[in-house]
Structures are given as C-alpha cells and as structure tokens.
C-alpha cells in the first residue's frame, strides 16, 4: 500500500513539474516590405495615437512570454470610441513583439488576432506601422485628423486581472499539497 501511494504521489510530482517546466516554443520575425499607410489602414480594425499608461508581461501555461500594454487614446481614425484600450504584442526578439514603454505616446495600427494568446485580442507588432508618435508625421498627414474619444472607460481592472492559467497552476499545486498532506498523516498512523 505504502508503494502504491509513493508511486502515485511521484507521477503527480512527474507530471506537475513537466507541465510547468515544457519548454516554450521559438518563434522567429521576418517582416515583408512595409505596407502604405493606407494598406496599413484597411488591413487594421483599430488605428489611434495614445499614451501607454501601463506595460505588462503575460505567461501562458504553455511558456510563452507575450506583453500587453493599456492605451489612454487622445485620437482615434478607426475602431470604437472608448478613452482606453489594451493592445497586445510579443515580448521582443524573434516574436515580432512591439516594445512600448510607458508614458510615451504612440500611433498604433492593431488588428485581430490569436498570435499571442488562446483569445481573439487586439494585436501590433514589429512589421506593422505602429511607431512612437514623434516618428509617424508621415501617416498622420495622410490619416488627417482623428477623432477624440466619446465613451470614457476604465480598462486597469480587466488589465490587472491575473490569467486564467494563474489559477489553474495554483489549484494544480494546492491539490498536490493535499494529497502529500493526506498521504503523510495516514503513513504517520
């Protein structure tokens, strides 16, 4: 009996270290020629200039590292009409992941896509037109002028919120707790 439970109590050890120690997957980054700014437009389902208030780092349960920034927008020429926004990216390096830094305001191009998570987000990356506001007068000539804003909207919650496979590793790890704990107290009788 003692036997049957070390063994059961190791494959949990086996299994639990393998699906959080798998190795992540590589990605590499090869953009085309750069679209036009008018290409870049119709191919995009959002396209506003924005402050970023905030940068995080998301893991999912598969290793991979992807960043996701919230928007406090000022001028928006396509998508909805709310004040913030969260764009997803890549971390950087061969995952053509943008790399936003906070406080800087940008003009971003996103478009749907699953590329960095399980769920359809709004995503930018290296090979499409988002630049540092500074460094895109050319698009924002031609884009004209935006519009500002009309729904106010607070997104920190949703932005803030821990991912759903945060919880799944904890109840994985409080579940084997549990049953070493069990284990422990009837070898201990």
């Known amino acids: 009996m003692k036997r049957t439970i070390h063994s059961i109590l190791l494959f949990c050890l086996v299994v639990s270290f393998m699906a959080i120690?798998?190795?992540?997957?590589?990605y590499a980054c090869s953009c085309a020629m750069p679209q036009t700014v008018e290409a870049q437009f119709n191919h995009s389902e959002a396209v506003f200039a924005g402050r970023v208030i905030e940068v995080k780092e998301?893991?999912?349960l598969?290793?991979?590292?992807?960043?996701?920034?919230?928007?406090?927008?000022?001028?928006?020429w396509?998508?909805?009409?709310?004040?913030?926004?969260?764009?997803?990216?890549?971390?950087?390096?061969?995952?053509?992941?943008?790399?936003?830094?906070?406080?800087?305001?940008?003009?971003?191009y996103a478009h749907p896509s699953t590329m960095y998570s399980d769920k359809e987000a709004l995503v930018t990356i290296i090979c499409d037109?988002?630049?540092?506001?500074?460094?895109?007068?050319?698009?924002?000539?031609?884009?004209g002028k935006g519009k500002a804003p009309t729904e106010h909207v607070n997104l920190k919650g949703e932005f803030d919120r821990a991912h759903p496979y945060v919880w799944f590793a904890l109840s994985?790890?409080?579940?084997?707790?549990?049953?070493?704990?069990?284990?422990?107290r009837r070898v201990r009788r």
């Open 78 to 108: 396509k998508g909805g009409s709310e004040s913030q926004l969260i764009i997803q990216t890549g971390s950087g390096g061969g995952d053509c992941g943008y790399n936003f830094e906070e406080g800087k305001d940008y003009l971003v």
């Open 172 to 184: 994985g790890v409080v579940l084997v707790g549990m049953i070493i704990f069990f284990v422990w």
């Open 21 to 26: 120690f798998s190795p992540a997957p590589a």
């Open 58 to 60: 998301d893991r999912s």
């Open 62 to 76: 598969g290793g991979r590292i992807s960043k996701s920034a919230l928007f406090e927008l000022s001028q928006i």
């Open 129 to 143: 037109r988002t630049n540092v506001i500074d460094q895109a007068q050319e698009d924002l000539a031609i884009l």
